[in-house]
């Protein structure tokens, strides 16, 4: 399954991440889907912002990208 935008395999840094997955908002039909997911993008950026392990962010980073796969598609199948 390939990433919703081309440039997943480019996102190394938590600060790439965050304007990676808010590209991939942008991709959803609505603005109320879109809205709801800049938010919880984010929130989640916030909450981990204070992880130092490189393994951890590493995992946060690959995981995140999977889940924003997983939503683009689930809105595409509508």
Known sequence: ??????????VRTPLRLYRYLLRC????PS???QQHYRHAVRQGFNSHADEDD??????IISRAI?????????YKKK
């Open 1 to 10: 399954m390939p990433p919703p935008l081309p440039a997943a395999e480019l």
């Open 25 to 28: 908002c942008r991709q959803l």
């Open 31 to 33: 603005a109320a889907a």
């Open 54 to 59: 490189p393994e951890r962010v590493q995992q």
């Open 66 to 74: 999977a889940d924003a796969d997983w939503v683009i598609d689930k």
